[in-house]
């Protein structure tokens, strides 16, 4: 089954603590991202990968880090994760083969920063 | 910066009727992409609907249109015949340079069908 695996689903931690939010995915895609969700906000932007060592910005990327050392995996780091990291987090990927592609999203994390 | 504006928080809709929800979007960018999301209670994101900015046509998936209107920057999602199970959030996302790699999310509109 084609799918977008991230884990853990919930987490809750103390502020300094470092974690990592794992994403795989299983159908070969170029492209991935990771994205916050917070009440009001809809989904923001952290990074994003266009391919294996390949990554950019998006909109809100203060405090985290990626890696995309192979082609299914892309996990969101908090080195230092503090209260107002406390959101709903989702990993995507697309093919990167077509404007039109949509993008295939994972369950989400709910991360709780105490 | 490009930008998706949703300005209904909130919408409520008799089953069966048809109901219109508002995205506009600010980009200088000639090639782009929309995409409607829904979420469900349960959480996950599923794709409804793609159009793009050079496409001729209106999309239409199904019961669901997009009602495009490039002039304006408005590209408003219909959804035909409601059905209880369409009660969800709906995002409009911006591919902000038409490679599906760089999106920036309305802040969504809650749609509650009314039985």
């Known amino acids: 089954e084609a799918q977008v695996t991230q884990n853990p689903r919930y987490l809750i931690t103390v502020t300094g603590k470092k974690l990592t939010v794992t994403c795989s995915q299983n159908?070969?895609?170029?492209?991935m991202s990771w994205y916050r969700q917070d009440p009001g906000l809809g989904l923001r932007q952290i990074y994003y990968?266009?391919?294996?060592?390949?990554?950019d910005k998006g909109d809100v990327p203060e405090g985290y880090k990626v890696s995309r050392k192979e082609k299914r995996n892309f996990p969101l780091i908090l080195e230092s994760p503090s209260p107002n990291q406390t959101s709903l987090y989702f990993c995507?990927?697309?093919?990167?083969?077509?404007?039109?592609?949509?993008?295939?999203f994972g369950d989400g994390t709910r991360l709780s920063i105490l | 910066a490009q930008k998706i504006t949703q300005t209904q928080p909130g919408m409520f809709v008799q089953e069966k009727e048809a109901v219109t929800l508002d995205c506009t979007y600010d980009?200088?960018?000639?090639?782009?992409?929309l995409f409607w999301y829904k979420q469900p209670s349960s959480g996950e994101m599923i794709f409804l609907i793609y159009?793009?900015?050079?496409?001729?046509q209106n999309a239409t998936e199904g019961r669901y249109s997009l009602n495009f209107q490039k002039a304006r920057k408005s590209a408003n999602l219909v959804i035909s015949a409601s059905q209880l199970g369409d009660s969800a959030m709906y995002f409009c996302?911006?591919?902000?340079?038409?490679?599906?790699?760089?999106?920036?999310f309305g802040p969504g509109t809650r749609l509650s069908v009314l039985p």
């Open positions: 159908m070969n895609h170029e492209y």
């Open positions: 990968s266009m391919n294996v060592e390949v990554t």
């Open positions: 995507a990927s697309s093919p990167g083969t077509g404007t039109n592609q949509p993008q295939h």
């Open positions: 980009t200088s960018d000639p090639s782009y992409g």
């Open positions: 996302a911006l591919d902000r340079d038409n490679y599906g790699q760089n999106f920036v």
């Open positions: 159009q793009g900015s050079y496409d001729q």
